[in-house]
């Protein structure tokens, strides 16, 4: 009797994002040397949305990676990764890794009936009975989209089982169960975190529990600027001390960004992670374009889009003349040419 022998060798590479789901907080334009930018631009390059290369920095390339990557979904192309993006991305994060396994165990199964034939000549009837009867083990997998997001925010909850027959859900929802799906949770508030939320499915071969845990950031901090002032004129080349007050200072909120704007556009980022204490001296540029159009922007570092702008301010300067660093009057010319002649 000839003996065939086949040997199977498949690879399932898994991304970086799918090995480390990180994208539990919101990503945006002007981020640098940051470990969750780093896996949505190694996401985004597996598919197909960025060519550039992988530094952990978010500027122009990265957010039109994340404008593709959202048309694609049917998601408005304003280039920020906020909540909507983060669970587009999960969901296909989840589908090509529960691909995977799907390969995975369509694998073993090749193997083990390979294996089981490899028996079939030498072992006892009795054994063969026994081992076509052996049973699998039931599992549950049981995912969210963010462990931690902000007050008002929403989650995503997938999960998906073997050899199960039925789920419950109860806790932060309530509930029968498909054995597989997607759920989308309303908003979610500071008041009521933690969030756990519970699953549990029973099948032929036994039960299986999980749960997940959601912790909300409270409501964003409101800031006021102070300075610049409306129509305000800032010296170029000069420090400035720019100022504001905060409604909260502690905690998530102990740090702020403060970003230049002109015309309502982003013209860069002017200082990231500085205390929330109320004044920051900024060492303005010598470069900037003059004219009232020009605004301050302070947000927190948790919540991007909560965030307070000054009134336009004109940048101008500096005068250096004979005169000094100031604007040329009648009365300083007259004292100059006095100082002069004498």
């Known amino acids: 009797m000839r003996k065939f022998f086949i040997s199977v060798v498949l690879f399932f590479p898994l991304s970086a994002a799918a090995a480390d789901l990180s994208f539990e907080r919101n990503l945006y334009y002007g981020m640098e040397n940051d470990a969750s930018v780093k896996i949505l631009q190694e996401f985004l390059t597996e598919n197909g949305y960025y060519k550039g290369p992988i530094t952990g920095n978010f500027f122009g390339l990265t957010e039109e990676g994340v404008k593709k990557f959202q048309q694609s979904k049917g998601i408005d192309t304003t280039g920020y990764f906020g909540p909507l993006s983060r669970e587009a991305a999960l969901l296909e994060i989840t589908r090509d890794s529960a691909a995977s396994s799907s390969e995975e165990k369509i694998l073993s199964e090749i193997l083990s009936s390979s294996a089981d034939n490899s028996r079939s000549a030498s072992v006892p009837a009795e ?187 004109n940048f101008s300067g500096p005068y250096v003349s004979y005169f000094g660093e100031s604007p040329v009057t009648f009365a300083s010319f007259w004292n100059a040419l006095i100082n002069f002649i004498k």
């Open 127 to 313: 054994e063969k009975t026994d081992t076509q009867n052996n049973t699998a083990s039931s599992a549950l997998d049981f995912l969210s989209s963010a462990g931690v997001i902000n007050d008002g925010e929403q989650v995503t909850l997938t999960w998906s089982s073997q050899d199960m027959t039925s789920c419950e859900a109860f806790g932060g929802w309530k509930g029968k169960m498909s054995v597989y799906g997607v759920h989308k949770t309303g908003s979610l508030f500071s008041s009521g975190s933690p969030y756990v939320f519970y699953l549990n499915c029973a099948g032929p071969d036994g039960t299986a529990s999980s749960s997940v845990s959601i912790s909300v950031n409270p409501p964003p901090p409101i800031f006021s600027i102070i300075a610049p002032a409306d129509k305000e004129t800032v010296t170029m080349s000069k420090p400035y001390t720019i100022k504001w007050t905060s409604s909260e200072n502690k905690g998530i909120f102990s740090m702020a960004h403060i970003g230049l704007y002109k015309n309502g556009e982003f013209q860069y980022l002017i200082a990231e992670n500085v205390p929330n204490s109320g004044a920051f001296v900024w060492n303005v540029p010598a470069n900037l374009v003059t004219g009232n159009i020009h605004q301050i922007r302070i947000w927190n570092v948790n919540y991007p889009y909560s965030y307070r702008e000054s009134s336009k301010f």
